[in-house]
């Protein structure tokens, strides 16, 4: 059985990514922060695919947390290893800078950026000594461009950017891969208080995104396809480039 971990796949993007990788024949982790029905429901569709999975509920951003956590499910599990990371977990507490109290901004860096670094640590050291893995990060559009009123989130997400170019390079020679999606507007719960009508004449394509053609260019960077691909940052956003 080979093994895969969604950060946040309980809704959403982390949701479709959870059905692609079950299709793909992998045992899905799928990791939620509070939602269980909704993380059922991934399950649910994950078995639908012949595949089965198992709840992981964690905070990303509570590194005594996924410690335990995946600790426990390493110990549980002798043998085996997680091979495909996807950190997705995310949130977004839009207002401007100068309204920006500490809580926005912590609790941005603290799950976007900070859940990247405890997550990844925690699953790389097995993936370099069996000479395998895949890590994609789920990024956004802000953290390349910079939106306003986003501050916070597009700094975490550059940061995440970032620290993809730093590791790609770090572990290349192990055969582990890490690399980047950014998605522009995608219709999601995180997406609900914006207006598709209004802002989509923004966007070439002249719709927002669905979670499933995010989940494609993620997995296909999951895949073992993607072997000379490290380092990237591949945008889905129907266009809406800088
Ligand atoms: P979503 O529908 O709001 O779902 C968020 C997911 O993250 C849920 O599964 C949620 O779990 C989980 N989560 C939140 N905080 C967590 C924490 N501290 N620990 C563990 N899990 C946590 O979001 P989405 O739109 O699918 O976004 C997924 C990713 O894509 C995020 O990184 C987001 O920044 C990025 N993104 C989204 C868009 C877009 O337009 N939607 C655009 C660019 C980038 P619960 O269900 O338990 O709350």
């Known amino acids: 059985m080979k093994y895969a971990l969604v950060t946040g ?19 899905v ?37 996924v410690e335990s956590t995946l600790g426990n499910w390493q110990t549980e599990n002798p043998g085996q290893y997680i091979e495909v990371l996807i950190n997705n977990a995310g949130i977004r507490k839009d207002t401007l800078l100068m309204w920006m109290e500490n809580h926005h901004w912590n609790e941005v860096l603290n799950t976007n950026l900070n859940g990247f670094f ?7 050291k097995d993936m370099l000594v ?22 916070n989130y597009s700094a975490a997400k550059a940061g995440i950017i970032g620290a993809t170019k730093a590791l790609a390079q770090e572990i290349g ?22 207006d598709e009508n209004e802002l989509k004449g923004l966007i070439p394509l002249n719709r927002f995104g669905l979670p499933e053609e995010v989940a494609d260019a993620v997995c296909f960077l999951a895949s073992e396809k993607a072997s000379y691909i490290t380092g990237e940052v591949i945008s889905v956003n129907g266009g809406l480039y800088t």
């Open 173 to 194: 020679k192990k055969r582990v891969t890490v690399n980047a999606v950014a998605p522009g507007f995608i219709k999601t719960d995180m997406t609900r208080d914006l």
């Open 29 to 65: 982790l799928i990791n939620y922060l509070s939602n269980e029905e909704e993380a059922n429901n991934t399950l649910n569709l994950v078995r639908g695919k012949g595949s089965d999975g198992m709840l992981m509920r964690f905070d990303v951003a509570d590194c005594a947390q």
């Open 130 to 151: 069996k000479k395998y893995g895949r890590i994609v990060n789920v990024v956004s559009l802000s953290g390349l461009k910079g939106l306003p009123g986003q501050v």
């Open 9 to 27: 796949g309980s809704r959403g993007i982390g949701r479709a990514v959870c059905v692609r990788l079950a299709e793909m024949g992998y045992f």
């Open 118 to 124: 405890f997550v990844t640590r925690m699953l790389l």
